[in-house]
Each structure stands twice: as structure tokens, then as C-alpha cells.
């Protein structure tokens, strides 16, 4: 088939699905409806769905009478048993894949169960709605004229008693169709190697010689891998390697520390950026417009939401509200319940709505990812816009922060302790700092309350990192790679000593 006539082709059947888009857009409550009532069918004769009454639940109040709000540790059980081979257990039909979490440093992984139902109608749908959203607002692209440059996970996938588990990026590839290889660089052979920088040099080898027209992957690593090409290219931007590159897909962390990295090495007013919000447990919003930050929630995928008000996580008072009792400008944890056999799922993402018609959100950090030591409640939204404000000012750049708490001893204050690598240093780093705590203050009365006059807090305490600081930590760790991220906030000190003593050592 000539090149054209496929380009035409794959275009038109992407954006038959617009349609379909504007009727969960034009009917929210009643696609959630249906989307939970055919969850609970398919799991009525499960042994969850035995225990909590599937069969009899006839609406949202019923279901969240009867099924418990569950973490992974108490949903654990269940997947060890999925992973030896038992079926029926949380899903109809058989699990075989399970997606190994590499999000943070944690030391104990993740097994999320991924059944044929979520590949199929949830990531590679979504996969699907992303060209689509993107073609539908640009008219004139050339996207299927090149090939996409596509950074995953970097783990094989391995087996055992019969199922596989691997990175979500590994299951996704090995169950793409022959022919999808073709559209993307590099090859299935390369994306699944284990060993970053071997994986990193391979990459380079393969794409800089493709059409490259778009890019897919995490900001930070993604950035790593684009600088090394320009590298080994001896080129200025990425524009006189490809010059017909036009949108790049993100997601995983944060684009905001990275905006002004990559407009730099590609610098043009026409190319777009797309966010999209992935994790292991499903696909979940996606950016719909040109030149936007907020994502739409995609409504249709086989997944249930739900919200618990930021304000009340945690506490005896704690609230679970469907989506039709959302508000705008609010802090939520995120509930799903999925078509793997998630049940009323905390997935530990934060989210914030933008508009209720349509619903649109902002990831805002993490429900164990914040400091609120002192009342303070930072969250991972404000230190990427504090620290957007602060590297304008000053005309730096970062690779990577963390953030922790500095406790209260005797009669000494408190405070924030930050370890920022640099791509480009700032030429004054107590003015850096100032503007990052001013712009703090703007973003959050209750930080701003607690910096008042150093009355419980005093000014942020700033370390700049090595070179290669959480490069090395985090290959101390196996956690090179793809879909592994720093963690940004945390309410200990865990992570910031372990980085002190890396740094002190070398």
C-alpha cells in the first residue's frame, strides 16, 4: 500500500473516534453508570464479587456500601494468587500479565494485574485517542510520514508459574501487532533492553538516522536521551537531525522543571507538546487541546472513578465521592475501579480539576508524596511552579530535586531541605532560593502562614548536587531508566540522607 494512501487511511479511522469522545464528554454520569455497571457483571461470579454481592448492586450507593476502599497491600494477597496461576479470583477472565511498579525508590515492587480486557479497551485505546485528539487539532500534520521515537521501561519481561511481569511499557510492546514496529524507532529488540546505557548508545545508533516526527516518554529520561543524540551528532538542536518533528507525548512526572530545556533544543513556535496521564494501573487522561495544561479524563475505558477531598484523606472524616460530586480548584486522591480487577483502588496519584464540563485535571503530586510536617501541606504542584518562577529569574536549569523536611529540635525551627541538581547553575543561589520561597508563599497560604516571619518555618535550606548525583543514586538502586522517577516530597528524611551521603562520599 503507498505511504499515502496509509497516512489517509490511519487518519480517518483515528478520528472516527471523536464522535464517541464528545459522548462521554456530553454524558459524564451516565458513561460512568454504565462503565461500573458492566465492571460489576463481568466480576459478579468472581470470588470478589461473590464476597461483596455483585450480583445485587443496582447503583453507586449500593457499591459503595458494599466494597471497601483497598490499598495494594491489602489487595496483595490476591495477586500473588493471580500470579501462581489461579483464576477467578478479582477478574472473569485470565490474568497473564502483571505490570512490575518502578515508579520511586521503593524497595518493595508493585504486581498490577493487566488482563486482555485493559490492554485492549483502556492503553492501547488510549494510545489510539492520543493521535486522535492530536490530528483532530492539527489538521496538516505529517505524523505517520515519519516514525514515532518511543522511550520506555527498560526490563525484559520474565515469567513465572506460567504468567509474566515486567514493565508496563515491556507488556505493551510485546503484545503490539507485528506491524506497529514499523511506525516507531527504535525496535522492539532495542526498547527492551535491560541495561540503560547500553540501551541508551543502541537508541542513538537506530533513531538518528530515522524520520523521526514525533516522541513519546518521560521528560527526564527522555531529555537524557535527546541531549546525547545532540551529543554524538555534533548538532545545535534536534530540528537539523529531524527536521520534520512536530509534537512530543509526555507523561510520568512533571514536564514544568523541563519546558524550557526542551524549547531550546527545539526551537520552534509550530511544535506541540501533548501531555498524557499513565500509570500501571491504566490510562487515564489525556491532553485535548493545542497549547494546554490540563488533561482530559478519558470517561470510557473500563475504569470507575472516584475521589476522596484532600482535606479529609486520612482522618476519621474521610469522604468517597463519585465523579459527579467533584468541584473545581480542589486537591483529590484519586479511587479506580478497573477492568483488571482493581477494586475501589487508592492508586495514590492527586488530581485537581480544572473544569466539570468537561471534566478536565492536573496531576498534583502523590497522596504519600507531600510535606505536612508543620501544617504546611506542601504538594508537588507548588515546588515545580516555584521552582518554573525561580529558574526564569535567575536563568538556570534542573535535572532533578527532592525535597524533605528539617524537624524541630530543642528551641531550632524547622524547615525544607532541597537537593537540586543543575543543568545550569544559577549565578547566585541564596537569590534563587529567596525567589523560590517567595513564590512558595504565593502558592500556598498555609506555607506562606508558616513562613510568616520564620514563625515555625525558617527560609529553604538548598544543596546543589554533584554532577550525576540521582543518576547515581538511583543505579545504586536498579532504577535506571524508562519509567522510574525521583521522588519529589517526602514527610522523612529517608531519601534526602541517603543523597547527603552519596554526595559526601564522592
Not at 158 to 164: S, V
Not at 245 to 259: A, N, Q, T
Not at 479 to 500: A, F, T
Amino acid at each position: 500500500m503507498p505511504l499515502a494512501l496509509f497516512n489517509s487511511i490511519t487518519s480517518w479511522f483515528l478520528k472516527r473516534r471523536i464522535d464517541q469522545i464528545e459522548q462521554f464528554v456530553n454524558n459524564p454520569h451516565q458513561t460512568q453508570e454504565r462503565v461500573l455497571s458492566e465492571l460489576l457483571n463481568s466480576a459478579k461470579d468472581t470470588e470478589i464479587g461473590k464476597k461483596y454481592g455483585f450480583s445485587e448492586i443496582e447503583n453507586y450507593e449500593q457499591f459503595s456500601r458494599n466494597v471497601p476502599l483497598t490499598t495494594y497491600e491489602e489487595f496483595e494477597p490476591f495477586v500473588e494468587r493471580a500470579r501462581k496461576g489461579e483464576r477467578n479470583i478479582f477478574w472473569n477472565t485470565p490474568i497473564k500479565w502483571f505490570a512490575k511498579s518502578s515508579g520511586t525508590t521503593n524497595a518493595k515492587s508493585k504486581f498490577i494485574p493487566v488482563s486482555d480486557e485493559a490492554l485492549q479497551n483502556c492503553h492501547y485505546k488510549s494510545g489510539k485517542d492520543m493521535l486522535c485528539l492530536y490530528l483532530n487539532n492539527n489538521e496538516n500534520s505529517n505524523l505517520f510520514k515519519g516514525k514515532s521515537l518511543r522511550l520506555g521501561g527498560s526490563k525484559e519481561l520474565y515469567e513465572e508459574n506460567g504468567t509474566f511481569f515486567g514493565d508496563l511499557s515491556a507488556i505493551l510492546i510485546e503484545n503490539l501487532p507485528f506491524w506497529a514496529e514499523f511506525s516507531c524507532t527504535p525496535s522492539n529488540k532495542v526498547s527492551l533492553m535491560s541495561e540503560w546505557e547500553s540501551k541508551l548508545a543502541a537508541i542513538v545508533k537506530e533513531a538518528r538516522s530515522e524520520n523521526v516526527t514525533s516522541m513519546a516518554g518521560v521528560p527526564s529520561w527522555m531529555l537524557v536521551l535527546l541531549n546525547r543524540i545532540l551529543e554524538e551528532t555534533k548538532k545545535e538542536n534536534l530540528l537539523e537531525i529531524w527536521k520534520n518533528l512536530e509534537v512530543y507525548f509526555h507523561g510520568g512526572v512533571s514536564f514544568v522543571p523541563y519546558k524550557e530545556q526542551y524549547r531550546k533544543i527545539i526551537p520552534s513556535d509550530s511544535f506541540r507538546y501533548y501531555e498524557i496521564y499513565n500509570a500501571s494501573e491504566g490510562f487515564f487522561g489525556i491532553q485535548d487541546r493545542n497549547n494546554s495544561d490540563e488533561l482530559l479524563l478519558m470517561l470510557d475505558y473500563g475504569i470507575f472513578y472516584e475521589f476522596i477531598p484532600m482535606e479529609t484523606f486520612g482522618t476519621n472524616q474521610q469522604k468517597i465521592i463519585p465523579l459527579s460530586e467533584v468541584e473545581p480548584d480542589k486537591n483529590y486522591a484519586m479511587v479506580i475501579t478497573t477492568n483488571a480487577g482493581l477494586w475501589r483502588y487508592l492508586i495514590g496519584d492527586t488530581v485537581r480539576f480544572t473544569s466539570v464540563s468537561p471534566y478536565r485535571i492536573k496531576i498534583t503530586g502523590r497522596t504519600k508524596h507531600f510535606i505536612n510536617v508543620f501544617g504546611e501541606e506542601l504538594i508537588i504542584e507548588n515546588t515545580e511552579k516555584g521552582l518554573e518562577k525561580a529558574c526564569k529569574l535567575t536563568g538556570s536549569e534542573i535535572i532533578d530535586y527532592t525535597v524533605a523536611p528539617i524537624f524541630m529540635q530543642d528551641k531550632l525551627k524547622g524547615g525544607h531541605e532541597w537537593i537540586i541538581e543543575f543543568s545550569k547553575l544559577p549565578s547566585n543561589i541564596e537569590k534563587f532560593t529567596e525567589i523560590l520561597d517567595e513564590e512558595l508563599k504565593k502558592l500556598n497560604s498555609d506555607y506562606e502562614a508558616k513562613r510568616y516571619n520564620n514563625m515555625t518555618l525558617n527560609i529553604p535550606k538548598v544543596h546543589i548536587a554533584r554532577e550525576n548525583l540521582f543518576h547515581n543514586w538511583l543505579k545504586n538502586k536498579d532504577k535506571l531508566g524508562g519509567q522510574n522517577k525521583v521522588p519529589r516530597l517526602s514527610n522523612n528524611r529517608q531519601y534526602i540522607e541517603e543523597l547527603l551521603l552519596l554526595q559526601s562520599i564522592n
